[in-house]
């Protein structure tokens, strides 16, 4: 299976900051990788899918880049409803993984 | 608007069979994979296994053939199967529709998850 590094595990950061999550694979998955968003209590919600594309309602503060093995996603202006854990998906090939996660914790 | 709804025991004996199925409302089944992901502590978010509205099916090894997951379209819900449950089966599961229309592969709609503990 493919193996998934996520980083940080967690970070504190304040409204209006600039946040960036990497998630790097185990092999070169292409640009087959999304990031969901889960809140406490709450199921996963796609925020972005194949590495870039931003999904229906989700605020355009959110964006995704990388290719291959490494990933970034990026908050440019972190807003209260934004602390939540963060996940990577691969998409690319069977058993699907998932990251570890990031908590994204007021500062 | 599609929503999801896992239903079932909360509480599964130790060596027994997990149930648990997974209602769509407000669209079809057909031509989407539909999925259950689970999440304990220990192992974060785990993808168990799709079923396809045909029958078809992928599960992850890692649950060593213990799966089996199905599809009624007349009902339009999914099934999850879990044999010889241990400790480390207890964790929230989830459905989840997959989308695999290019260059859309996600997970576009969850249900609210339901937590399972295996205990005697």
């Known amino acids: 299976a493919i193996q998934m590094t996520q980083s940080p595990s967690s970070l504190s950061a304040s409204v209006g900051d600039r946040v960036t999550i990497t998630c790097r694979t185990s092999q070169d998955i292409k640009s087959d990788l999304g990031w969901y968003q889960q809140k406490p209590g709450k199921a996963p919600k796609i925020l972005i899918y194949?590495?870039?594309y931003l999904q229906s309602g989700v605020p355009s503060r959110f964006s995704g880049s990388g290719s291959g093995t490494d990933f970034t996603l990026t908050i440019s202006s972190l807003q209260p409803e934004d602390f939540a854990t963060y996940y990577c998906?691969?998409?690319?090939?069977?058993?699907?993984?998932f990251g570890q996660g990031t908590k994204v914790e007021i500062k | 608007q599609v929503q999801l709804r896992e239903s079932g025991p909360g509480l599964v004996k130790p060596s027994e069979t997990l149930s648990l199925t997974c209602t769509v409302s407000g669209g079809s089944i057909s031509n989407y994979y539909w999925t259950w992901i689970r999440q304990s502590p220990g192992m974060g978010l785990e993808w168990i296994g799709y079923?396809?509205?045909?029958?078809?099916?992928n599960y992850n090894p890692s649950l060593n053939s213990r799966v089996t997951i199905s599809v009624d379209t007349s009902q339009n819900q999914f099934s999850l199967n879990v044999n010889s449950v241990t400790a480390a089966d207890t964790a929230v599961y989830y459905c989840a529709r997959r989308v695999t229309t290019k260059p859309m592969y996600c997970f576009d709609h969850w249900g609210p998850g339901i937590l399972v503990t295996v205990s005697s």
């Open positions: 998906l691969q998409d690319y090939t069977y058993p699907l993984t």
């Open positions: 194949t590495t870039s």
């Open positions: 079923v396809y509205y045909t029958g078809s099916t």
